[in-house]
C-alpha cells in the first residue's frame, strides 16, 4: 500500500487539471441522445412551479404537466385489486386482516409461494417469476384468440423500455454501410430516437400520412428502406399500435401488409403495443401483431421474428412508477433468445412490485371473485372517461382556426397539426429553436399548459405540431382545450 | 396501404429464410458478456430443483444457493418498518388501519405528498423523488461526519447496476489506442466485466493481493495502468469496498493513497459501496471515498471526478427485488453531468417502491420514534448474525486441508482458495470447463450446493477460488461448511 513520498506532491502542486469526463471526451453517442418528453420545455415547467411556489405572479396559477402519459399524476386513482394485492404481498401481516378481499389475498399467497424466501426482497429469476410468466402466455392466449403463447418467451422488464432497448441492443452491428438500421414511424415516441443514438445504430424515418389518420403505408416503408439502403443495413422495423404521439390504430389489413414486407424485406419486428388497452374510436379495433402473424400461416408464422411489448404503465390501470412490464419473442434462433437471457441476468431482475402488478393485469378477478364487480367497474369507468376525453380533444382543437386534429382512436395523445405565420417561423429561427418549441415555450409561459412540440417527435419538413396528452380530469379538460385554442389564435395574431 | 398482388409471392414460395437475428449477425459485444453469479452454474442448479420436485432421487435433497447476494431467498426476514411505509405507500387506505406505527403513517403520507397526484403510480422525475434525494444527502452527511452532499448530485437508480452502468456509458469513447479503458480489481463483480464488454470498453485488470487479505497495493495500480496505457486509454478506476468477492475492507490509509494515485493519473474514480453497512471483523471500519477526498483537501476534494454507489439489496435490509439504488457523484463537469441527467431521462424513472425503501434505510426510525426500538433490534439482530456466520465461514473453512480462507471483514462472501489436484486440472481441461468450474459443478452434482467458480470472478492464474454467500441460517451453515469441505477433501483423494 504504500506510496513513495513525493511521489504526488508534484502533481499537487500542478494547480487545475482538466476532468476526465468533459463534453468533449465523453461518450459522443450520448451527447447526441434527445428525450423531448423530458426535455427542455419539462425542465422550465418545473422551474415554473418552483416560481409559483415562491409567490413569483404568474399569468396563470397551476402548471398542468399534459406533456406525459402519466395518468395518477393527472388525478386517475389507482385500481383497488391491484394495490390490495400488491399491498398483501409487501406486507404480508396483512394477510390476516379482514379489510382484504379473499381473493386478493389468494393471490398474494401465489405469488409469494413463487418468490425467494417468499418475499418480494428475493431477486426473481432474470426474466421474471415463472408463475407470472405463465399468467402473461394465458393472458397473451385469450387475447389472440386461443393461439398459443410460450412462457419461455416472455422475459418481464423494467417497464417496457427496458425490453425495447434489451432488443435493439442485440440488433447492433456492422460499420459503415454495413452498420445496423432500424426503421421507426415519424412521428415517433422518442424512446426510439434516443436508444439508436446511445447505441449508434442507423436511424431510418418512415413516415406516416397525416392526411390518412396517421395511416402506415407500405409503399412509404418501402421508399424509405431502399433509401436507406444506400448506407446501412436496415435489420429491423418498430411500429407503434396504437399509435403514440399520433393516436391511431392500424387496421388487420395494414399489419398483414406490414408482416409481408417485413417478412420479404428480411426485417426484425418489433411492435410496440403498450395501448393495447385504449382503442376508444368506434369501429377501431386492437389487433395484435402476434395474431395476425399466426393467422397468416406459412412461411410467416413460422419464420418471421417478432417482438411485441406490453407494460402496466398505460391501459386502464396507469402503473408507470412501478416500472414494470414484458416482451413476448416469437421465431427468434434459439441461440440468440439464450443471449438475450443472459444479457438481461446481469442487470439480475425486474422489479418484483412491478411484476406482482403485471400479474394482476394480465389476470384480472374473474366474474366468480369477490373483486370483480369493483374491479369492473373501476376499470371502465377510467377507460369510459378516456374516450370521453379523445372525443373531447379532436372536436375542440377541430373548432379552432389553424388547428388540425387527427381522431384518437386510441393510446393517450392528441397530435394536432398547428399553423404557425411566418413571422413567428422567423423569430424561432433568430431565437435557435424549433418553431412550434417556440409556440410550446410562449404557451407554457403564458398560460403553465406543458405540451411537447412535435419537432420532439419528428414531423414532415414544414409542418408543425404539437403532443398533449387526453389524460387532465374532464372538468379541467375542457377549458385547458380552449385555452390552448385561445392561445394559438392570438399568438397567430400577434404574429401575423 | 394497398400491397401490389404477387410482390410477395415469390419470397413466400423461397421456403425458408436465414433469421434476421443470428449468432453471426448479432451484436458480437453482447455475445462477450459473461456473469458468473447467474451462469451455466445457476442454470444446472435450476433444473436439479426441477429434477427432485420430479421424484428424482438424488444424493441430497435440497439445492442450497449460495451462489448470489440474496438475503431474503436464504430466509432473512424482512425489517418490519420498511415494508409497514412501503405498504401504506402502496395502498394509502391503511392510513386509517390501527395496526400501522404512527411513525411509519407519517413517512408515507410526506412520501405521498411528494409522489405526482399523491400515488406511487405516478413517474417520479429522472433522478429520483427530490425529498429522497434530500434525506439520501443529509445520510451521506451524517455518515461522513458532517461533511455536506448536495441533493442535485444524487442519482436514484434500479438498483446499483443500474446507476454504475450508466456511469460507465459517459466513458466510452475513442477506437484503437484512445479507446476508453477501465480499471477493475481481480477477483472482480462480474457487473463490471459484463458492462465492459456490453460498452465495448477495454478492461484493464489489477490484482487485488490475496496473502495480504486482499490489499489493494498502489504499484500495482500503477503495473496495470502503464501496461494498459500501451493499447488503450484508461479512464476510469474502479474499487469495490467492502470487496465483493473477496470480503476485505479498506484502510484509510490505503484509500487516500488509491485517491493520490486516481489523481495524479487522471482517472474518474468509481467507488462500488454498497456493503458499506456489512463490516464485521474487529478493528475493521468503513470509510467512504468521498469522506476521504474531502478529507484530503485542495487539490484533490475540488478536482478529483468520484461516483459513489448505494443499493437496498444487500445491508441488513437485503430488498434486492425492490431494485433501488443511487449514486452521489463528486466534482463531476456540470455539464456532464446534464448529460447524465438527460441519459437518465429516457428511462423515466427507478421503480417508485425501490425509492421508498431507499427513504426509510437512509432515514430509519429515530430514538423518539414509536419504531425505533423493533428496528433497532431487527437490524441488530441481522448484522450481528452476517457477523457471526463471517467468523464461522474464515474458521471452518481454515481448519479443511487444502482450502485457505482470508477472513471476511465484510460485506456477503467468502472466496476461498481451493488447491486442485493435476488430475482434477486435466480432467477439467478434457471436459473443456475451468478447473474450478469442474470443481463448482461436481459439488453441485454430488452436494445441492450451488457456489460459483473463481474463474467467473478473475483470479491469478494457476489458483483455483469459489464465491460462496455466507448467508444460508446460521443452524444450516455449519454443516454445509463441512459437507463442502468433506466434498473437497473427498475430490482431492479422487483425483489423486
Given at each position: 500500500?504504500?506510496?513513495?513520498a513525493?511521489?504526488?506532491?508534484?502533481?499537487?502542486?500542478?494547480?487545475?487539471k482538466?476532468?476526465?469526463?468533459t463534453?468533449?471526451?465523453?461518450?459522443?453517442?450520448v451527447?447526441?441522445?434527445?428525450?423531448?418528453?423530458?426535455?427542455?420545455?419539462?425542465?422550465r415547467?418545473?422551474?415554473?412551479?418552483?416560481?409559483?411556489?415562491?409567490?413569483?405572479?404568474?399569468p396563470?396559477?397551476?402548471?398542468?404537466?399534459?406533456?406525459?402519459?402519466?395518468a395518477?399524476?393527472?388525478?386517475?386513482?389507482?385500481?383497488?385489486?391491484?394495490?390490495?394485492v400488491?399491498?398483501?404481498?409487501?406486507?404480508?401481516d396483512?394477510?390476516?386482516?379482514?379489510?382484504?378481499p379473499?381473493?386478493?389475498?389468494?393471490?398474494?399467497?401465489?405469488?409469494?409461494?413463487?418468490?425467494?424466501?417468499?418475499?418480494?426482497?428475493a431477486?426473481?429469476?432474470?426474466?421474471?417469476?415463472?408463475?407470472?410468466?405463465?399468467?402473461?402466455?394465458?393472458?397473451?392466449?385469450?387475447?389472440?384468440?386461443?393461439?398459443?403463447?410460450?412462457?419461455?418467451?416472455?422475459?418481464?422488464?423494467?417497464?417496457?423500455?427496458?425490453?425495447?432497448?434489451?432488443?435493439?441492443?442485440?440488433l447492433?452491428?456492422?460499420?459503415?454501410?454495413?452498420?445496423?438500421?432500424?426503421?421507426?414511424?415519424?412521428?415517433?415516441?422518442?424512446?426510439?430516437?434516443?436508444?439508436?443514438?446511445?447505441?449508434?445504430?442507423?436511424?431510418?424515418?418512415?413516415?406516416?400520412?397525416?392526411?390518412?389518420t396517421?395511416?402506415?403505408?407500405?409503399?412509404?416503408?418501402?421508399?424509405?428502406?431502399?433509401?436507406?439502403?444506400?448506407?446501412?443495413?436496415?435489420?429491423?422495423?418498430?411500429?407503434?399500435?396504437?399509435?403514440?404521439?399520433?393516436g391511431?390504430?392500424q387496421?388487420?389489413?395494414?399489419?398483414?401488409?406490414?408482416?409481408?414486407?417485413?417478412?420479404?424485406?428480411?426485417?426484425?419486428?418489433?411492435?410496440?403495443?403498450?395501448?393495447?388497452?385504449?382503442?376508444?374510436a368506434?369501429?377501431?379495433q386492437?389487433?395484435?401483431?402476434?395474431?395476425?402473424?399466426?393467422?397468416?400461416?406459412?412461411?410467416?408464422?413460422?419464420?418471421?421474428?417478432?417482438?411485441?411489448?406490453h407494460?402496466?404503465s398505460?391501459?386502464?390501470m396507469?402503473?408507470?412508477g412501478f416500472?414494470?412490464?414484458?416482451?413476448?419473442?416469437?421465431?427468434?434462433?434459439?441461440?440468440?433468445?439464450q443471449?438475450m437471457?443472459?444479457l438481461m441476468?446481469?442487470r439480475?431482475?425486474?422489479?418484483l412490485?412491478?411484476?406482482?402488478?403485471?400479474?394482476?393485469v394480465?389476470?384480472?378477478?374473474?366474474?366468480?371473485?369477490?373483486?370483480?364487480?369493483?374491479?369492473?367497474?373501476?376499470?371502465?369507468?377510467?377507460?369510459?372517461e378516456?374516450?370521453?376525453?379523445?372525443?373531447?380533444?379532436?372536436?375542440?382543437?377541430?373548432?379552432?382556426?389553424?388547428?388540425?386534429?387527427?381522431?384518437?382512436?386510441?393510446?393517450?395523445?392528441?397530435?394536432?397539426?398547428?399553423?404557425?405565420?411566418?413571422?413567428?417561423?422567423?423569430?424561432?429561427?433568430?431565437?435557435g429553436?424549433?418553431?412550434?418549441?417556440?409556440?410550446c415555450?410562449?404557451?407554457?409561459?403564458e398560460?403553465?399548459?406543458?405540451?411537447?412540440?412535435?419537432?420532439?417527435?419528428?414531423?414532415?419538413?414544414?409542418?408543425?405540431?404539437?403532443?398533449?396528452?387526453?389524460?387532465?380530469?374532464?372538468e379541467?379538460?375542457?377549458?385547458?382545450?380552449?385555452?390552448?385554442?385561445?392561445?394559438?389564435a392570438?399568438?397567430?395574431?400577434?404574429?401575423?
Amino acid at each position: 500500500m504504500a506510496l513513495r513520498a513525493g511521489d504526488h506532491s508534484q502533481a499537487a502542486m500542478n494547480g487545475l487539471k482538466e476532468k476526465v469526463l468533459t463534453l468533449d471526451t465523453m461518450n459522443p453517442c450520448v451527447k447526441r441522445v434527445e428525450y423531448a418528453v423530458r426535455g427542455p420545455i419539462v425542465l422550465r415547467a418545473l422551474e415554473l412551479e418552483q416560481e409559483l411556489r415562491q409567490g413569483v405572479k404568474k399569468p396563470f396559477t397551476e402548471v398542468i404537466r399534459a406533456n406525459i402519459g402519466d395518468a395518477h399524476a393527472m388525478g386517475q386513482k389507482p385500481i383497488t385489486f391491484l394495490r390490495q394485492v400488491l399491498a398483501l404481498c409487501v406486507h404480508p401481516d396483512l394477510l390476516n386482516s379482514p379489510d382484504f378481499p379473499e381473493d386478493a389475498k389468494r393471490r398474494a399467497e401465489s405469488i409469494l409461494k413463487s418468490c425467494g424466501g417468499h418475499s418480494l426482497g428475493a431477486y426473481s429469476v432474470s426474466s421474471g417469476i415463472q408463475l407470472i410468466r405463465e399468467d402473461v402466455a394465458r393472458y397473451i392466449q385469450g387475447r389472440d384468440g386461443g393461439i398459443p403463447a410460450d412462457p419461455n418467451n416472455i422475459f418481464l422488464s423494467t417497464g417496457a423500455s427496458d425490453a425495447i432497448v434489451t432488443v435493439l441492443k442485440l440488433l447492433v452491428a456492422g460499420e459503415g454501410r454495413t452498420r445496423t438500421g432500424v426503421l421507426i414511424p415519424i412521428p415517433q415516441y422518442p424512446l426510439y430516437s434516443a436508444a439508436l443514438a446511445e447505441l449508434n445504430v442507423v436511424q431510418v424515418d418512415y413516415y406516416l400520412d397525416e392526411e390518412r389518420t396517421w395511416a402506415l403505408d407500405v409503399a412509404e416503408l418501402r421508399r424509405a428502406l431502399l433509401k436507406a439502403r444506400e448506407h446501412c443495413c436496415p435489420r429491423a422495423l418498430c411500429i407503434i399500435n396504437p399509435g403514440n404521439p399520433t393516436g391511431q390504430v392500424q387496421t388487420r389489413e395494414c399489419i398483414e401488409a406490414v408482416i409481408r414486407f417485413a417478412f420479404e424485406e428480411r426485417l426484425f419486428l418489433m411492435a410496440d403495443e403498450v395501448y393495447q388497452d385504449n382503442v376508444y374510436a368506434e369501429g377501431s379495433q386492437f389487433h395484435s401483431f402476434k395474431k395476425v402473424l399466426m393467422e397468416m400461416g406459412p412461411p410467416y408464422a413460422v419464420q418471421q421474428e417478432l417482438a411485441s411489448f406490453h407494460s402496466v404503465s398505460k391501459g386502464y390501470m396507469g402503473e408507470c412508477g412501478f416500472r414494470g412490464g414484458y416482451v413476448e419473442v416469437v421465431n427468434l434462433d434459439a441461440a440468440v433468445q439464450q443471449q438475450m437471457q443472459k444479457l438481461m441476468s446481469v442487470r439480475l431482475c425486474p422489479p418484483l412490485p412491478g411484476q406482482v402488478l403485471l400479474h394482476t393485469v394480465v389476470s384480472p378477478p374473474a366474474p366468480s371473485d369477490p373483486s370483480f364487480t369493483q374491479f369492473q367497474a373501476e376499470r371502465r369507468a377510467v377507460l369510459a372517461e378516456l374516450a370521453a376525453k379523445a372525443k373531447l380533444t379532436e372536436q375542440v382543437f377541430n373548432e379552432a382556426p389553424g388547428i388540425h386534429c387527427n381522431p384518437v382512436q386510441g393510446a393517450m395523445y392528441s397530435f394536432p397539426r398547428i399553423e404557425l405565420p411566418p413571422r413567428a417561423v422567423q423569430r424561432a429561427q433568430e431565437l435557435g429553436v424549433a418553431p412550434d418549441m417556440f409556440f410550446c415555450l410562449s404557451l407554457l409561459e403564458e398560460t403553465g399548459i406543458c405540451v411537447v412540440p412535435g419537432s420532439g417527435f419528428g414531423q414532415r419538413e414544414g409542418t408543425y405540431h404539437f403532443r398533449m396528452t387526453i389524460l387532465p380530469a374532464v372538468e379541467k379538460l375542457r377549458p385547458l382545450l380552449e385555452k390552448l385554442s385561445q392561445f394559438h389564435a392570438k399568438f397567430t395574431r400577434e404574429y401575423s
